[in-house]
């Protein structure tokens, strides 16, 4: 870190921590990229190593002034990983890192005591795990499966937290930032009662964070096993959805042979018509809930400032309630019609 030979670095929200609060040394940043990764890098990302920490210098010094009471980390790896997501564009990594700590912000019963074992049952219950393998193009696959979750013995929210918590384990790897994921969301079983749950405000919170408040690639998003109903959550989704992100949804039902095309069967599990055995949940979930103590800064224990945010959070709590409801009301016609 420039200019700081403290055991602490500097953070322009400092003034706004406790003692105890004040953010722990980073270890120097090490490149952990392959060759290969390294020209994939710089050709897809514009990342260019001999200029790496220049860059991750221009964008901590553009948080320094532009936002000194954001509260975020400075260290190069987590810098890195908003340059990497905005192809090394230092005013949209800038955004990307304020919207990322606003959308924290502004949904608090998402993001309150968001630690590995504060969501162990949804863990426990199968709703989101990780592949053991990679794809081809050395992606992690994130497998979502909602027919796992009992609406009466947790909300929603539990289950966003969740795959949060997932997203931030994979993002740490420097990989997974050049090479991005792959979702594959299995919607057999979903009824129309658990459909209704998914409305027009989640929806916007979560497709806000996935596109504009998180710093990870999402390369695919392939769909299975869907009902009828799922024209009804799709027609939510969609309006919120860039059209770059929507031209990556594939629409398979159950038609694994469609689903193979885009994930081979020899990195799938048997219930997608994979040849690498039964879905094993234990691993991810074993691997998650040992890094707690990564999450003890990143993302539970971080003061925001009393400061307003120079910039409105992304996503706003103050809703228009009556165009919630008329959204509401539009969805829950749209689903009974579909089912």
């Not at 990556?248 to 219930?271: A, C, K, T, V």
Request: hydrophobic share 35%; with cysteine; glycine share 4%.
């Amino acid at each position: 870190m420039s200019g700081n030979d403290d055991s602490t670095i500097t953070s322009p929200s400092e003034g706004s921590l406790s003692t105890a609060e004040v953010l722990p040394e980073q270890p120097k940043y090490v490149c952990t990229l392959s060759a290969e990764l390294i020209a994939k890098a710089r050709e897809e990302l514009q990342e260019k190593p001999e200029w790496r920490l220049r860059d991750v210098q221009a964008l901590r010094d553009m948080v320094c002034k532009d936002y000194p009471n954001l509260g975020t980390r400075l260290d190069d790896a987590f810098l890195l990983r908003f340059l990497r997501a905005r192809k090394f564009d230092y005013d949209r990594a800038l955004q990307l890192l304020v919207n990322y700590h606003c959308c924290r912000r502004s949904w608090p019963e998402v993001f309150t005591n968001l630690r590995p074992s504060a969501i162990k049952p949804v863990l426990e219950s199968g709703f989101v795990t990780v592949l053991p393998h990679l794809d081809s193009e050395g992606r992690h696959v994130v497998c979502i499966r909602p027919d796992r979750w009992t609406p009466s013995n947790y909300p929603i929210t539990e289950n966003i937290r969740a795959i949060y918590l997932t997203l931030e384990k994979l993002i740490q790897s420097e990989e997974t930032q050049v090479n991005g994921i792959v979702i594959l969301a299995d919607y057999k079983g979903v009824s129309l009662s658990k459909a209704s749950h998914f409305g027009p405000f989640i929806a916007k919170k979560v497709i806000g964070i996935l596109q504009d408040g998180f710093p990870i690639r999402i390369k695919a998003v392939n769909i299975i096993n869907e009902p009828r109903i799922f024209k009804g959550i799709f027609a939510i989704i969609k309006p919120f959805l860039k059209e770059k992100i929507a031209n990556r949804f594939f629409l398979h039902g159950s038609d694994m042979s469609s689903l193979h095309q885009n994930l081979p069967p020899s990195i799938l599990p048997e219930e997608y018509g994979g040849t690498v055995g039964s879905l094993n949940i234990s691993t991810w979930n074993d691997l998650l809930l040992a890094s707690e103590g990564d999450f003890l800064y990143d993302v539970s224990q971080l003061a925001p400032s009393n400061d307003p945010s120079p910039d409105a959070p992304l996503m706003s709590t103050e809703v228009d309630e009556k165009q919630c409801d008329d959204s509401l009301r539009s969805l829950k016609t749209q689903l009974y019609y579909c089912y």
